[in-house]
């Protein structure tokens, strides 16, 4: 656990103690609300650091908004299970808390100790920076980054192949250089072992804010993050109606563009982001099970 964590629990549970030394009924119920709250954030924040290894922010968002789409209900089974315990438990804890400031009859001026306390629990729980540091996502100074990125880009103009190949994008998600080892994984990729002539790359760095499908999608085809745009930009369906895609260059060059996936063309937005890219044909999981197998195409 962080150290700010640490104190912000530390300044929260001795807010509770000069709590306990209000007069008014009321602002004591009051109490116990505020403590519902913070213990929420704060139960909420670690469980999504314990998952995703990050604190709320854009990235939770986003993967929450394009994942839970389209994914079976029951495989989260256990997880709504889980939440549903900790949520029932933090009720409890309020209540408790609530029941037990009530009961305690002793006032004190130190009282007025109780509001500079837990304000300070409060901005110390990492949910607040996290809440904070996601507003600043959505709202970037974008001319700001405009003038930092723009001079490092350059808009392509492909000439026509003398010699017109089939080109195939193969987007592995999560997939590395060991997987085609026979040794450790017999049989796994035979098809992608027997290409000729094929280029291995080495040293290769992963762009920031690429890290699951769509952002990566996004990545590979405009050479930039998914985060250069606002908050209103974003909203847009054709906030990037301004970048030069790969496919794009593609189909300018008189080539027939074609897109497949093995997942759900729903799943984590993907479809609204083909639609954009002038794909003359985009099929999904659905649409290859309608044919019967992949071998169809």
């Known amino acids: 656990m962080e150290f700010t964590t640490i104190f912000s629990v530390l300044f929260f549970a001795i807010s509770l103690i000069f ?8 602002f004591k119920i009051a109490v116990g609300i505020i403590a519902l709250i913070y213990i929420f954030a704060l139960c909420f924040d670690l469980l999504l650091f314990f998952v995703f290894g990050k604190h709320f922010g854009l990235f939770v968002i986003t993967f929450f908004r394009t994942s839970i789409e389209s994914a079976p209900i029951a495989s989260f089974a256990r997880e709504i299970a889980i939440l549903v315990m900790i949520c029932v438990a933090i009720i409890l804890l309020s209540t408790i808390i609530t029941v037990r400031i009530l009961h305690f009859r002793h006032n004190s001026k130190l009282s007025i100790l109780f509001m500079p306390c837990i304000l300070t629990a409060f901005f110390l729980n990492p949910l607040y920076d996290a809440a904070r540091e996601y507003y600043l996502q959505l709202n970037p100074p974008v001319e700001a980054i405009k003038k930092q990125v723009y001079p490092y880009l350059t808009i392509p103009h492909p000439k026509a192949p003398i010699k017109r190949k089939n080109i195939v994008y193969i987007f592995l998600e999560s997939f590395d250089r060991a997987y085609t080892d026979e040794r450790n994984f017999a049989k796994l990729t035979p098809h992608l072992n027997a290409l000729k002539n094929r280029i291995d790359f080495s040293e290769i760095h992963q762009v920031v804010y690429t890290g699951f499908t769509i952002k990566g999608l996004f990545g590979s085809y405009c050479a930039t993050n998914y985060t250069f745009a606002s908050a209103k930009d974003m909203a847009s369906e054709n906030f990037t109606k301004n970048i030069v895609y790969a496919s794009e260059i593609l189909h300018s060059l008189g080539y027939h563009t074609y897109f497949m996936k093995g ?35």
Do not use: P
Request: positive net charge.
């Open 263 to 297: 997942a759900d063309l729903n799943f984590q937005g993907t479809r609204g982001f083909l639609c954009q890219r002038g794909y003359d044909e985009i099929k999904g999981r659905s649409e290859i099970l309608a044919v019967g197998s992949i071998g169809s195409y």
């Open 19 to 26: 709590a306990a030394f209000l007069s008014n009924k009321t």
